[in-house]
């Protein structure tokens, strides 16, 4: 329910008793000390004794709307007693009327208010004479009067506080907005970072391709031809004992070139693709991440080595850092597995956890198990990285249930070299 807001603390607790007091000063001046007076007094107190402990005294009150129903239908029949024995207590009315537009919310506000209305002008019509038609019509008038004026203005108020709570709402929808939209754009930069990384990353692997592509194709292509037409030409006849010397040093020196740009060849690989084959560099990832996290990682190889492109392999590799990366920070899991599958025509990376899981209905960006509100980029990196291999990645979670990455990437056809 909705509560009422605080009421101004010097209208509602000064106001009220200040005209109780001047009442009271009015009524000891024009008035004899006979019972009468006295009466009137009683209920002068009756009234400030109903304000002090059903509202002054009593803050905690003040947003109970049916409490403050209560206090108001009460301090309007003290009113109408008081206004019915003299016309003098309908300047006690100003305070049915603070309290009605303070206190009740609508539509209680508006019965308030017409409530007090009636006493307010039923005190004004008291010297017009009811003897006949045009008094009763004139007194009616009068009261009628006071109720349309102050229901209209209890009306214009209420549109006014409407406003009021439409221009706040506005202003919170608005602060959200604001709020949406920093962080869109900071999540906006951090994935323009990563793409400037990841272009950069794969501009590196294109020259190193490039490069490593130029090495094998001409040097150790030339290397390796030299080498056999020395070895062909030491097979058709028998190098003379003066040519022996200068030949060995030539066909050594030709293997060992062709040694060393093998060697170039291998050193253009990515890291730590370069001295291991992708199940090796996988293992020793996995290795590293459980020595550093505290929890063992299972690795599996199925199938017969297939041959890859270099980026092929750092894709799968960097999937499975990624995946791994994302289980420690979010997944709580105490089993990991990372399976690498050789098929037909396709190599599978698995990485799968027991951990909390999610609900990937509600993922934007991150892979692995993240929070159901995680942030961060690094599944638009492997999504984007393996895609753009003719691949495919596929995201498997549920709340409890643990998390699974699978992505796949095509083999180099048959006969093919990486």
């Known amino acids: 329910m909705k509560t009422s807001p605080q009421p101004p603390f010097l209208l509602v607790n000064v106001?009220?008793?200040?005209?109780?007091?001047?009442?009271?000063?009015?009524?000891?001046?024009?008035?004899?000390?006979?019972?009468?007076?006295?009466?009137?007094?009683?209920?002068?107190?009756?009234?400030?004794?109903?304000?002090?402990?059903?509202?002054?005294?009593?803050?905690?009150?003040?947003?109970?709307?049916?409490?403050?129903?209560?206090?108001?239908?009460?301090?309007?029949?003290?009113?109408?007693?008081?206004?019915?024995?003299?016309?003098?207590?309908?300047?006690?009315?100003?305070?049915?009327?603070?309290?009605?537009?303070?206190?009740?919310?609508?539509?209680?506000?508006?019965?308030?208010?017409?409530?007090?209305?009636v006493l307010a002008g039923t005190a004004q019509a008291s010297n017009i004479p009811r003897t006949d038609v045009l008094g009763l019509t004139l007194a009616v008038i009068v009261i009628a009067f006071n109720i349309a004026m102050m229901c209209a203005c209890a009306w214009g108020l209420w549109?006014?506080?409407?406003?009021?709570?439409?221009?706040?709402?506005?202003?919170?929808?608005?602060?959200?907005?604001?709020?949406?939209?920093?962080a869109s754009l900071a999540e906006n930069a951090g994935?323009?970072?990563?793409?400037?990384?990841?272009?950069?990353?794969?501009?590196?692997?294109?020259?190193?391709?490039r490069m490593a592509?130029?090495?094998?194709?001409?040097?150790?292509?030339?290397?390796?031809?030299i080498i056999a037409q020395l070895q062909a030409a030491e097979q058709m006849h028998e190098v003379p004992a003066p040519w022996r010397r200068p030949f060995d040093a030539v066909k050594n020196l030709?293997?060992?070139?062709?040694?060393e740009a093998r060697r170039?060849?291998?050193?253009?690989?990515?890291?730590?693709l370069r001295t291991a084959r992708l199940s090796d560099a996988l293992a020793d990832v996995a290795g590293r991440w459980s020595r550093l996290h505290g929890l063992a990682v299972q690795v599996t190889t199925t199938g017969t080595a297939l041959p890859m492109t270099p980026e092929a392999e750092f894709a799968l590799l960097r999937t499975a850092q990624e995946a791994l990366a994302n289980v420690a920070k979010h997944a709580h899991a105490?089993?990991?597995?990372?399976?690498?599958?050789?098929?037909?025509?396709?190599?599978?990376?698995?990485?799968?956890?027991?951990?909390?899981?999610?609900?990937?209905?509600?993922?934007?960006?991150?892979?692995?198990?993240?929070?159901?509100?995680?942030?961060?980029?690094?599944?638009?990196?492997?999504?984007?990285?393996?895609?753009?291999?003719?691949g495919t990645l596929r995201i498997e979670s549920e709340p409890g249930a643990g998390t699974g990455i699978s992505a796949c990437v095509p083999t180099l056809p048959a006969g093919s070299h990486a």
């Open 15 to 117: 106001v009220p008793y200040a005209l109780l007091a001047l009442l009271v000063a009015i009524l000891l001046v024009v008035e004899d000390w006979t019972g009468s007076l006295l009466v009137d007094l009683g209920l002068c107190a009756l009234a400030a004794a109903w304000m002090l402990g059903m509202f002054t005294l009593r803050p905690g009150w003040w947003g109970r709307l049916r409490t403050m129903g209560v206090f108001v239908a009460g301090l309007l029949v003290i009113t109408a007693v008081l206004v019915i024995r003299h016309p003098l207590f309908g300047l006690l009315t100003p305070a049915a009327y603070i309290y009605s537009f303070t206190v009740l919310r609508w539509p209680w506000r508006l019965l308030g208010v017409a409530a007090t209305a």
């Open 159 to 182: 549109l006014a506080e409407k406003e009021e709570e439409r221009r706040e709402q506005t202003l919170g929808e608005l602060s959200r907005t604001n709020r949406l939209l920093e």
């Open 191 to 209: 994935l323009h970072a990563q793409l400037l990384a990841q272009a950069r990353e794969a501009g590196v692997l294109d020259e190193r391709r």
């Open 213 to 225: 592509r130029e090495i094998h194709d001409t040097l150790a292509q030339g290397l390796t031809g």
């Open 254 to 259: 030709a293997r060992e070139s062709l040694a």
């Open 264 to 272: 170039s060849v291998d050193a253009l690989r990515p890291e730590p």
């Open 334 to 390: 105490t089993r990991v597995g990372v399976t690498l599958s050789y098929l037909d025509h396709e190599v599978a990376l698995d990485v799968r956890d027991d951990g909390r899981g999610f609900d990937p209905a509600g993922l934007d960006t991150d892979g692995g198990s993240p929070p159901p509100r995680g942030g961060g980029f690094g599944l638009t990196i492997m999504r984007q990285r393996v895609e753009g291999l003719s």
